[in-house]
DNA sequence: TATTGTTATACTCTATAACTATA
DNA sequence: TATAGTTATAGAGTATAACAATA
């Protein structure tokens, strides 16, 4: 046969480093006409479910540094989709909080969101693209990624 | 219960993202010891597999641009692990070859990559592993990435 | 003293353009 | 005219340090 391979493995740190990569660079692409990245669109989710979270704890949740979620931020609050509060039982925080827009935005995100991933994973059947991504989970979750938005203990929003 | 998950899906672009970034990210650490760059790991397995490769085929093939894998490979060169030979087939291009001391060094590294791997999945059985390796071999070879070294037609290394 | 948000800075990675030598 | 290797440069992305406000 000609073309069987003969190095079988390049490795799973390979494989997570270059699909990683990839995925992210063409779902960016994907997402162009939103002029966003797709980190924009993570931090929208977890607003979603977290209304009222400060910028440290979105930071630590999503693995991007305080320093660098900023400017993120800055561009969402500046485009309508957000806003900055004092949380008041702590002044040094921001409550974030997604507005009308936003959500509205996120809606439409989500879609784009779930067609790119059935794009991506095209070349597995639904059930082996429920298993990989289950696998991943397990594997994300015991690095301590946060896949998930847990019910934290009290995020009093607006009352 | 405290810690039901509100939100189950960040997205497998999310997982893909967040996973290769820590995989790569810790390997390099691991690697830390010989110095080297996880993707100068990846070139040196390349190298054993396709003695006299060019480098504009290895860097289609690692999707590294051929600008910065000059960088990487003047490393390697200068440090004894492998040579540049003018083709003289086609003088334009340079002929790669793994020296015996590249040929060491690749067989410490793997001993290392896959005592990685191992630790890196360890929150899966070896069934789990093998089956997500396989899972994203799919998924990479349907982008394009490839993950195994094709035997190619004719590469005269030396005679 | 320690933490949150911010700015500035540096360091790494990646992408582009231009040059040379070869074809 | 096009390709392989090289260099230089610019652009993201990420990490670190320092500062003001607050705890």
Redesign the pocket.
Known sequence: MADEPRNAALGITYLLGQLG?LAV?DF?NRMKSYAL?P?QYVILSQLRDDPGI??????DRL?????????L??ELESRGYLS?ER?L????????VLSKDGRDLLDSLRETAATFEKDFLSSLTNAEAKKLKSLLQTVATAHGIETTTPNHELVVVKQ
Do not use: F, I, P, Y
């Open positions: 990569n660079r960016k990245h980190r400060s910028q440290q704890t979105l930071s693995l991007v540094h305080r320093s660098a979620m900023v400017g931020l800055d900055r949380n039982e702590n002044r040094r925080e921001h409550s974030l």
